[in-house]
């Protein structure tokens, strides 16, 4: 499974991006798409993660309310919308797959970097 994470960018606090993961390959072997974030000096942390079959969510307590996660089966893509930036939120976006929801990600796609300003 092959997963291409994109749509990062520098933006003020308050505003709004979306990240777009697609999958391609075995996709079939994967139900739980989930999004992890690094920022710089800190570990890499869980921010958001879905079921491609039932459509379950789970949310980091620190973006629930402000990022929504989704999938779109067809085109093989997971998307995160982000409201209400902070710069907290500044960091590497990760986007990642497990073959079931809840279980631990074994494919992981290349980063999408995420600069909020104050």
């Known amino acids: 499974v092959q997963l291409q994470a994109c749509g990062g960018g520098l933006v003020q606090a308050g505003a709004s991006l979306r990240l777009s993961c697609a999958a391609s390959?075995?996709?079939?072997?994967?139900?739980?798409l989930g999004w992890f974030r690094q920022a710089p000096g800190k570990e890499r942390e869980f921010v958001a993660a879905?079921?491609?079959?039932?459509?379950?969510?789970d949310y980091a307590e620190s973006v629930k309310g402000r990022f929504t996660i989704s999938r779109d089966i067809a085109k093989n893509t997971v998307y995160l919308q982000m409201d209400s930036l902070k710069p907290e939120d500044t960091a590497v976006y990760y986007c990642?797959?497990?073959?079931?929801?809840?279980?631990?990600?074994?494919?992981w796609g290349q980063g999408t970097e995420v600069t909020v300003s104050s």
């Open positions: 879905i079921s491609r079959s039932s459509g379950s969510t």
């Open positions: 390959g075995r996709t079939f072997r994967t139900d739980a």
């Open positions: 990642a797959a497990a073959p079931i929801y809840g279980m631990s990600y074994n494919y």
